[in-house]
């Protein structure tokens, strides 16, 4: 129903900048809630991120609050995740999600990797 296609990831060091893009399929994206996940080697996939389809309502996870920001431009089946100050914890890969009423879709995912 949906493909979702992460890129902007990458080797940076700490205390730097990236900015994840999602780019969407389909003709409902402002229908969908939008949201980032991420996930270290070792441990579970983890929410950070989420907007709400119109954009009215965004949520962080604590860690990345100050940080990070979600935003979504629906004219281009796009959502964005702006991560500044990264820190060595934020090293993980970085998914897409798409969420609807009664389903959900993720991205392949886009590596992020800060050193210290």
């Known amino acids: 129903q949906v493909q979702l296609v992460e890129s902007g990831g990458g080797l940076v060091q700490a205390g730097d900048s990236l900015r994840l893009s999602c780019a969407a399929s389909?003709?409902?994206?402002?229908?969908?809630?939008m949201g980032w996940f991420r996930q270290a080697p070792g441990k579970e996939r983890e929410f950070v991120a989420a907007?709400?389809?119109?954009?009215?309502?965004?949520y962080y996870t604590d860690s990345v609050k100050g940080r990070f920001i979600i935003s979504r431009d629906n004219a281009k089946n796009m959502v964005y995740l702006e991560m500044t100050s990264l820190k060595p914890e934020d090293t993980a890969v970085y998914y897409c999600?798409?969420?609807?009423?009664?389903?959900?879709?993720w991205g392949q995912g886009t590596q992020v990797t800060v050193s210290s």
């Open positions: 999600n798409a969420a609807w009423r009664g389903g959900a879709s």
């Open positions: 389909g003709r409902l994206f402002n229908r969908y809630a």
């Open positions: 907007i709400s389809g119109s954009g009215g309502d965004i």
